[in-house]
């Protein structure tokens, strides 16, 4: 940085800390919803739910109700989560919770394939959303103490 006249290094420092502390305060997390791992898990939830349309009736109270329930419930538990955050033991148990039910619907997208309710395709690129879900969810569940308030 060049040197101005009468100290003024020191004051364009200070204004560019001020400009980078106003950019990290209009970025903050204010809800679930402005999460990546919240807007992956819904829109995830969204895609099965309309995938899911295309199943069989006799699969209506099984393997339709399953994963339409397991994959909404991730998106659910975060937004819990999200709200326990000032409280780490809670807020990981939650994320733990939203962990689970993302492996549940991978395990009801296994059932989609191996009955061939959907092609490979799909399967493999819903399947690997949801480990990136998972991969997000056990990140935030490492360190608590970042989300704290």
Not at 61 to 67: E, F, G, K, M, R
Not at 128 to 147: A, C, D, F, R
Request: glycine share 2%.
């Amino acid at each position: 940085m060049e040197r101005l006249r009468d100290g003024g290094v020191r004051e364009v420092e200070m204004i560019a800390k001020k400009i980078l502390f106003l950019c990290k305060k209009a970025m903050k997390i204010r809800s679930h919803k402005d999460l990546d791992t919240y807007k992956i898990a819904f829109d995830l939830a969204i895609e099965i739910f309309k995938m899911s349309k295309c199943f069989p009736v006799e699969e209506k109270y099984s393997l339709t109700d399953q994963i339409r329930r397991s994959s909404r419930s991730v998106c659910a538990n975060l937004a819990e989560a999200f709200r326990k955050r000032k409280y780490p033991k809670s807020f990981v148990a939650k994320l733990s919770d939203a962990e689970a039910e993302a492996a549940e619907t991978q395990v009801w997208l296994d059932f989609s394939l191996a009955c061939q309710y959907i092609n490979k395709k799909r399967y493999q690129d819903i399947y690997e959303k949801y480990n990136q879900v998972i991969g997000k969810l056990v990140t935030m569940s490492l360190s608590p103490e970042k989300w704290s308030y």
